[in-house]
């Protein structure tokens, strides 16, 4: 079943501790200017391999950045649906999963190991009183005559499950959903700087059912893997309608029948493709009116095989839409 009490908690960091024991998590607290919270974060898997999957984007740009940012500080409760605040790593592409690597939680010497790289970044945060952290996870708390056993404050409440939550197996397939992954964003103003922190388990697959969240074994065709969403026009000139579209490439050496293949804008709307893309082929799709929309204050669009399937996905926020008539190269 999804998780409880799924959200995002705003708020500013003010002490840290690294991870230690048998399941160590990296712990952060927060306050949100009313209250504080503690937030824990997996380094260690308690399944083989122990060594989690990380990415973390330097340069993270995306339409929901905008609307944190326009949050009030405290803890918000996310409906586990597409087009709104909720993570989820296969659909809001938020990153490319092949661009996450595996990385111990310690190991001897300096910035090598997953709670040296955490330290970079919330270490820094703490130094920075503008910084703001939006952890996404599960809320426990407040637990009224419970002493956080870290920090030591009172009321103890926070945020943890700050991973990916969904393609499990065995004893954790009870925690999968879709549109509830955890994950870390960091704003630091002075630097105009959004910095994304995505944590995932080996054992978690990133195909996985659209309803449950429940892993989906599946073996994709090198040839279906090919193909690529490039370009975009969001912005034409004059009427957006009828004008918009979007470009695809088939960089396999076969010709591609995109048959019930279809383009999926942020909430989920759809326009069937057809056709065949030949190899080296760039195949650009008008957008019908009743197709998918394109919002020029920022967006998602992502492309799904004849099964369903995610094959690519891209995203795009307002600053790229400002020159009416120019096409958003991805």
């Known amino acids: ?166 393609g499990n197996a065995g004893q954790f397939q009870k925690d999968n959903g879709v549109w509830q992954d955890g994950g870390l964003l960091i704003h630091y103003p002075a630097r105009n700087q959004w910095v994304g922190i995505f944590l995932a388990f080996q054992s978690q697959s990133f195909h996985t059912d659209d309803t449950t969240g429940n892993r989906i074994d599946v073996i994709m065709p090198a040839t279906t893997a090919a193909i690529r969403i490039i370009a975009a026009l969001v912005n034409p000139l004059g009427d957006d309608i009828g004008k918009e579209t979007v470009s695809l490439i088939n960089s396999s050496a076969d010709k591609i029948d995109l048959s019930d293949w279809a383009l999926a804008d942020r909430l989920k709307r759809k326009q069937r493709l057809s056709g065949i893309i030949n190899p080296g082929e760039v195949m650009r799709v008008p957008l019908a009116k009743e197709g998918i929309q394109l919002d020029n204050n920022g967006g998602i669009i992502t492309l799904l095989d004849d099964k369903g399937l995610k094959i690519d996905g891209v995203s795009y926020i307002k600053k790229d839409t400002q020159n009416q008539g120019y096409t958003i190269v991805f």
């Not at 500080?73 to 661009?99: M, S, T, V």
């Not at 130094?127 to 407040?142: D, Q, R």
């Not at 002493?147 to 409440?157: A, H, R, V």
Request: proline letters at 8%; zero cysteines; hydrophobic letters at 35%.
């Open 1 to 166: 079943m999804p998780l409880k009490n799924y959200g995002v908690l705003k708020g500013r960091a003010i002490d840290r501790k690294l991870g230690e024991g048998s399941t160590p998590h990296y712990q952060v607290l927060l306050t949100d200017e009313k209250q504080k919270h503690r937030i824990a974060i997996n380094v260690k898997s308690k399944q083989s391999p122990s060594e989690l999957l990380y990415f973390v984007d330097e340069n993270f740009s995306h339409p929901i950045a905008k609307e944190l940012h326009e949050l009030d500080f405290g803890f918000k409760e996310l409906a586990n649906k597409p087009g709104g605040l909720a993570l989820d790593y296969i659909r809001a592409n938020l990153f490319d999963p092949a661009q996450m690597k595996p990385l111990p939680y310690n190991l001897p010497g300096p910035d090598n190991d997953l709670s040296e790289l955490l330290e970079l970044y919330i270490a820094r945060a703490v130094a920075s009183p503008e910084a703001v952290l939006y952890p996404f996870g599960e809320k426990w708390g407040p637990e009224k005559d419970i002493e956080d056993k870290y920090f030591g404050f009172l009321p103890g409440n926070g945020i943890h499950d700050i991973h990916m939550n969904q």
